[in-house]
């Protein structure tokens, strides 16, 4: 039997000014043929080629590549992923496909790229020849996906710790398609409410408990054969945008139907916890922080997360910290590539004054000005190690060195000002895991405050209980009526009360 496995994920948010190309797909990776097997151990791919491995599958290897999230594409992106995808299956006229999405790509003329792939596939596949897609939790699940694809399997954790293990089930469905054991059938239930990210977390007591716990006794008693709930990324400015829940039956059309329903209805019926956010004006949340009886407090500066593709320069908090008289080691982080320059310029140890910030978005404030001292300058790799939470197997996929748990922020520049260590990037990346200031000899558990520009707290939740949301600039607020919505679906909660 031969399968073709492939993977492209981008998260698209379409508030966001610009456009990326295949360099933003690059700077992160960008695999073709046989370069695919590069991802044995990681990701939704590794997890794929792991099962096809054991099971002894000829592999054809189509491309896999991950941008971190970011504008919408380029129409000559997609139009590039489109010709690589039909000529690499159309060569190798593969048994069957698996393929791992996100799930929320657009591009410049298209709002559903993911389901333009999997039609793309279906297409030269024909109706007989099992196609099975990964999808991320945060995707936007059209009805041109569920009808392009036999089943679509989605992550069950947020903060995602099983990204490795979603490809290695999407594979062995297909596999057991292949072998005439199941025959996958889904269905798609939809909700009128797109909740922020703040809640969409699974790690326990939030609103997603009840829902991800509907969907496990209907797979536990044998209704389903999976159960996936899609809390979309919210930033995507398009129709039919909601919360999506996926079922996959074996055989059982109605059935699928039923199950996704049900688990949709659950997650209506909490509606109201979904939307139960706190978020603090920066004075507020630092005030806070500094009277806390103990440290350290992280500040989320959630409204400015690179991870939903806002540019990570904004200086809400920065500013609000220089404002006061904070004499506790203080983290932060901002993307400023002229300052980066500008300081490793001067050198290591040399007292300098930048401007600092909205570099991408001015039309979302203004620069500050700082002077501090150069105190080291990075190459901005911050590797995950062990605790491979970001898409690793955790030790369960093949052996080898796993390069993909990495975050690429280009050069980076610790500035020392006053109390506060500011870590100045030149490019988007992730902030989500303390080991970014370890890498520049910084001590998180030590620090008073450490603002994170990020949606949830992922790695920080080892460092410290205490993570207050700041409200800031940017294009991931959680507070989606900030934003301009005009394409989305009406009603739709937070817009209209329901
Ligand atoms: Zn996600």
Not at 135 to 147: C, F, G, P, S, Y
Request: hydrophobic share 40%; proline share 7%; net charge negative.
């Amino acid at each position: 039997v031969r399968i073709a496995v492939g993977g492209i994920i981008q998260e698209s948010n379409t508030f966001t000014p610009g456009l990326m190309d295949l360099a933003g797909f690059r700077e992160n990776y960008l695999l073709l043929g046989d370069d695919v097997f590069q991802m044995r151990g990681v990701h939704e791919v590794g997890g794929m080629l792991a099962v096809l491995e054991d099971a002894g599958h000829e592999i054809v290897p189509l491309l896999a590549t991950h941008a971190i999230a970011g504008t919408r594409v380029t129409a000559e992106t997609e139009q590039w992923f489109r010709r690589e995808l039909v000529s690499r299956i159309e060569a190798a006229r593969p048994d069957g496909v698996v393929i791992a999405l996100m799930g929320a790509m657009a591009s410049e003329t298209d709002d559903d790229c993911d389901g333009t792939f999997l039609g793309d596939i279906r297409e030269i596949l024909g109706p007989d020849r099992p196609l099975i897609a990964s999808l991320d939790m945060h995707a936007h699940v059209t009805d041109r996906m569920v009808e392009a694809a036999d089943a679509l399997i989605g992550y069950k954790t947020c903060p995602h710790v099983d990204i490795f293990e979603t490809g290695e089930l999407a594979a062995r469905l297909l596999v057991r398609t292949l072998a005439g054991e199941i025959r996958p059938r889904t269905a798609l239930a939809r909700r009128p409410m797109v909740p922020p990210p703040q809640t969409h977390y699974t790690t326990g007591g939030g609103p997603m408990d009840p829902v991800m716990e509907s969907g496990r006794q209907l797979q536990e008693v044998g209704q389903v054969l999976d159960i996936s709930v899609f809390p979309p990324q919210p930033w995507l400015d398009v129709p039919d945008l909601g919360f999506k829940v996926v079922a996959v039956s074996d055989g059982d059309m109605d059935q699928a139907h039923r199950a996704a329903e049900q688990v949709a209805e659950t997650a209506w019926r909490e509606r109201r916890r979904f939307f139960a956010v706190e978020v603090l004006s920066p004075e507020r949340a630092i005030d806070r922080a500094l009277g806390a009886p103990e440290g350290p407090v992280v500040l989320m500066d959630c409204c400015d997360n690179p991870g939903g593709g806002s540019p990570g320069d904004s200086v809400s908090v920065l500013r609000a910290l220089m404002q006061r008289p904070v004499t506790h080691a203080t983290y932060v982080t901002v993307r400023d590539a002229p300052a980066v320059a500008h300081c490793i310029e001067a050198g290591v140890g040399r007292d300098v004054t930048v401007q600092v910030g909205h570099t991408l978005t001015p039309e979302l404030g203004s620069p500050i000005s700082v002077t501090g001292r150069v105190r080291r300058v990075s190459d901005g790799v911050v590797e995950y190690h062990g605790n491979l939470v970001y898409g690793g197997s955790g030790g369960r996929g093949r052996g080898g060195p796993q390069p993909m748990a990495r975050t690429v922020l280009g050069r980076t520049v610790l500035l020392q000002v006053g109390s506060i260590s500011l870590v100045l990037i030149e490019q988007r990346g992730q902030h989500f895991d303390p080991e970014l200031y370890r890498s520049l000899g910084l001590q998180p558990e030590r620090a008073r405050m450490i603002a994170v520009k990020s949606s949830s707290p992922y790695g920080y939740v080892a460092v410290t209980p205490h993570i207050y949301y700041v409200d800031g600039a940017g294009y991931t607020p959680p507070h989606l009526a900030r934003l301009p919505f005009r394409r989305v679906t009406r009603p739709l909660l937070p817009f209209d009360s329901m």
